[in-house]
């Protein structure tokens, strides 16, 4: 699975669209780009994924570049209850497979 | 339908007492996943596995773990001998054997504490 890099550590205020960066240039055709979070304690949560296209569910968007070396998650209306650690993970979509996660990004909402 | 359920939520055990974790998949989910989440780190694969067979145990110590998927009844993982180093979160993870995307559904974790 492709190597991604995340900024360790993002603020934003209650209210505002939060935009978690990713960037992920050894990404390979068939590998999909995925979210998850872990919200204080918890099990990880699945956000969304997308293989080249836009993509935007009930609780986020996703921007992938057109050359998909990385890719942008949107909270759109942050909450105090978004405060979590963010992971961007790289893999492709077919085939039971583990997941690696990184360090990921924690992102704290402020009021 | 119920998510992945856990248990026990909180495990204590001393030096060199057994660990047992057990995670009961979300129900149509024959994919088993755990992974190991130490103090301020991140989450580390540990075991894949499908009912009665190990896929993938390449994030499993070599010694003194193991785990199980039965045919009935959830899957196991298992710690002999605890060490202090032991102490962590364990979290099990299930997908279903028809999805597309793989996502995997997290259970609340266990977290062990060794004395």
């Known amino acids: 699975d492709a190597k991604t890099t995340q900024p360790t550590s993002m603020d934003c205020a209650e209210g505002r669209a939060a935009n978690l960066p990713c960037n992920h240039s050894?990404?390979?055709?068939?590998?999909?780009v995925y979210w998850y979070r872990q919200i204080h304690s918890q099990g990880p949560q699945y956000i969304i994924h997308g293989l080249k296209n836009n993509e935007t569910n009930e609780m986020a968007s996703l921007i992938i570049t057109e050359d998909r070396k990385s890719s942008t998650l949107i909270l759109p209306h942050a909450t105090l209850r978004d405060t979590a650690v963010y992971y961007c993970?790289?893999?492709?979509?077919?085939?039971?497979?583990?997941?690696?996660f990184g360090q990921g990004t924690r992102l704290t909402i402020n009021p | 339908n119920a998510g992945v359920m856990q248990n026990p939520r909180h495990l204590v055990r001393r030096r060199g007492q057994e660990a047992r974790l057990r995670c009961s998949p979300m129900?149509?989910?024959?994919?088993v996943y755990w992974y190991r989440q130490l103090p301020e780190e991140g989450l580390k694969f540990m075991v894949y596995?499908?009912?009665?067979?190990?896929?993938?145990e390449s994030g499993m110590p070599k010694e003194r773990f193991s785990a199980e998927f039965p045919k009935e009844g959830p899957s196991i993982l298992r710690i002999q001998q605890v060490v202090r180093g032991d102490s962590a979160a364990y979290f099990c993870a299930s997908s279903p054997l028809e999805s597309s995307y793989n996502e995997q559904f997290f259970g609340p974790g266990t977290r062990l504490t060794v004395l």
């Open positions: 993970i790289v893999r492709v979509a077919w085939g039971a497979q583990k997941l690696v």
């Open positions: 596995l499908q009912k009665e067979n190990i896929i993938d």
């Open positions: 129900k149509g989910h024959s994919h």
């Open positions: 050894t990404i390979s055709g068939n590998e999909y």
